[in-house]
């Protein structure tokens, strides 16, 4: 099993930013493909970002891309999320997941093998 641990979040104004990381404990994630979603009061949970197993492939969501950053460390088993630029739309409880497979085709969809706790980002204007 594999554990996910969210951390960086917090209160920013807006134009502010963010370092997440999501700390991966009981197994390697090196192998796997990992995203950060989130999830606003009262909205479903969206993607955000996601990242192949090797860190050479990337995908945004349009809402974030240009603004935020998704890198990895496979010798520390973490991923980050760089937030730039925020705006209070951005509010929301992140979430890190990650999949067995090393690249996902779809990576909205929320059916990943693991999910981490998540981490309250709150951007005031």
């Known amino acids: 099993q594999v554990q996910l641990v969210e951390s960086g979040g917090g209160l920013v104004q807006a134009g502010g930013s963010l370092r997440l990381s999501c700390a991966a404990s009981?197994?390697?994630?090196?192998?796997?493909?990992m995203a950060w979603f989130r999830q606003a009061p009262g909205k479903e949970r969206e993607f955000v970002a996601g990242?192949?197993?090797?860190?050479?492939?990337?995908v945004y969501a349009d809402s974030v891309k240009g603004r935020f950053t998704i890198s990895r460390d496979n010798a520390k088993n973490t991923v980050y999320l760089q937030m730039n630029n925020l705006k209070p739309e951005d509010t929301a409880v992140y979430y890190c997941?990650?999949?067995?497979?090393?690249?996902?085709?779809?990576?909205?969809?929320?059916?990943?093998?693991?999910w981490g706790q998540g981490t309250q980002v709150t951007v005031s204007s």
């Open positions: 990242i192949a197993w090797s860190g050479a492939s990337t």
């Open positions: 997941a990650g999949d067995t497979l090393p690249t996902r085709r779809n990576w909205k969809l929320t059916d990943y093998d693991y």
């Open positions: 009981g197994r390697t994630i090196g192998s796997y493909a």
